[in-house]
């Protein structure tokens, strides 16, 4: 039998999205401050490019948020 659908916490786990992905955000941009000079032009663009996924992930994670709550 299938489990019944519990949403009772869903608020909290999108909160939990949004709170690790602006840390991730973070990580990924004081690794770039510290080690801009070490790495390819390739690799930079590439992280510049995932932390605008990330910006607009966090982007979505709040509007499921607001419909949540």
């Known amino acids: 039998m ?3 659908d519990d949403r009772s ?3 909290e786990k999108i909160q939990d999205s949004i709170s690790n992905t602006r840390e991730n955000i973070q990580e990924t941009n004081h690794y770039l401050d510290e080690h801009a000079d070490e790495i390819s032009g390739q690799e930079q663009q590439n992280l510049e490019h995932k932390n605008a996924k990330r910006e607009k992930a966090i982007e979505g994670f709040e509007e499921e948020y607001q419909d949540e709550k």
């Open 2 to 4: 299938a489990k019944p």
């Open 9 to 11: 916490d869903n608020a």
